[in-house]
């Protein structure tokens, strides 16, 4: 076991699967190389906020004014009410998976003055959008490691969401990573960008998720029983277009189709939706599916993880092209019915001898920032 202290601030709270399971990568992959490591329970209450066990009713105070509003109001408290139960067993599920997995039990909230206290070596800080302002409320000064430690800073894919420096924050990065000692990032124009605009090195690097093998995620799964073929259709937003895709597979393959919706839809009455599930059964789903169809990044990396047939569908994102095209997988991006080609093989020994070279860059950069000064 290695000496140094590493504590990791990021959105491990989250109920998003691609944030815990990003928390749970990079936890693990520190651990593995024999650091002493732990989650830094810290939460940005707006964040927070997006996930209470209750659902709410989406009208203001004008729906009450106006008497044509009353059909929208009326819609909106039947959505909720059937939305509510899975809503409820998957928030419980999040729970559970961070508080036990996580966590490992140590549930009691840090606050920012609580964290100047910690006794560590090394905060990381990242991955995620971190320095999303739109997402935390504002600035949020804990994930840019601007509060009074002894522990050396370092961010590891930390993001913005917007691929560079806004100008109105250039003072602030300036300044705040001054004080940092290594600066990595998730896109690779956000690196650029803080280079040219704080004249520090930043690197850019993997997502966390794939720092990790298969093995090391369903290693978190119970031994359960063969399952029936399905199609996975994985919405992180809504998508007529993905929707007739994953359709479309489903029935050519003449297997089940089995979707993931953030919130279950009562408008697709009849839809086999599984919009209950934890990080657990998330990797349950992704593990047995025959096909998946995701407009997510998290849900695409998964299914390159898992080695599976499947077709990221998305008009334009960065984030996918970048990942897709350094996989050699970039006709696995469509985005129409057409475009859909179920005789194409994906050549996984050719993706795992390029996912290996993208791993050494990323685990030389945490090497170096770890290492003695």
């Not at 059909?71 to 928030?91: E, F, G, N, V, Y």
């Not at 047995?288 to 995701?294: G, L, W």
């Not at 569908?313 to 897709?324: A, G, I, N, Q």
Request: hydrophobic share 35%.
């Amino acid at each position: 076991m290695n000496d140094i202290k590493i504590g990791i601030l990021t959105f491990h709270y989250a109920h998003n699967y691609g944030a815990v399971l990003q928390t749970y990568a990079l936890y693990t992959y520190l651990r593995r190389q024999g650091y002493d490591v732990r989650i830094l329970n810290y939460h940005n209450s707006t964040i927070a906020s997006e996930y209470r066990n209750k659902l709410s009713y989406e009208y203001g105070l004008r729906d009450f004014v106006h008497v044509r509003h009353i059909p929208k109001m009326i819609r909106s408290i039947l959505d909720t009410k059937a939305a509510q139960a899975d809503w409820s067993r998957q928030c419980n599920r999040f729970e559970r998976f961070i508080d036990e997995v996580i966590l490992e039990g140590d549930t009691l909230v840090l606050s920012a003055k609580e964290l100047e206290k910690q006794k560590l070596d090394v905060i990381i800080a990242g991955s995620d959008q971190i320095w999303n302002p739109e997402l935390t409320g504002g600035l949020d000064a804990v994930y840019f490691l601007d509060f009074n430690t002894e522990a050396r800073k370092i961010f590891y894919g930390a993001s913005n969401g917007k691929g560079s420096v806004p100008k109105e924050y250039a003072d602030y990065y300036h300044r705040v990573f001054s004080d940092v000692y290594a600066v990595s990032t998730r896109e690779k124009t956000l690196a650029e960008s803080i280079a040219k605009v704080c004249g520090k090195d930043a690197y850019h690097v993997l997502d966390p998720t794939l720092l990790l093998d298969k093995k090391d995620y369903t290693q978190l799964l119970l031994p359960s029983d063969p399952v029936d073929k399905f199609v996975f259709a994985y919405f992180i937003t809504e998508d007529d277009v993905m929707m007739e895709i994953a359709q479309y597979i489903s029935r050519v393959l003449q297997i089940r189709l089995i979707e993931l919706h953030y919130y279950k839809r009562r408008d697709l009455k009849g839809h086999d939706q599984g919009a209950d599930l934890g990080p657990k059964e998330f990797l349950y789903y992704m593990d047995n599916a025959e096909f998946i169809v995701t407009n997510s990044f998290h849900g695409t990396v998964f299914s390159i993880l898992f080695e599976k047939r499947f077709y990221s569908v998305y008009k334009s994102d960065t984030r996918k092209d970048e990942l897709l095209r350094h996989l050699n997988l970039r006709s696995r991006h469509i985005n129409k019915c057409a475009e859909v080609d179920l005789n194409e093989e994906i050549d996984y020994l050719d993706v795992e001898r390029r996912l290996k070279e993208l791993r050494k860059k990323s685990e030389t950069y945490i090497k170096m920032a770890l290492a003695d000064k």
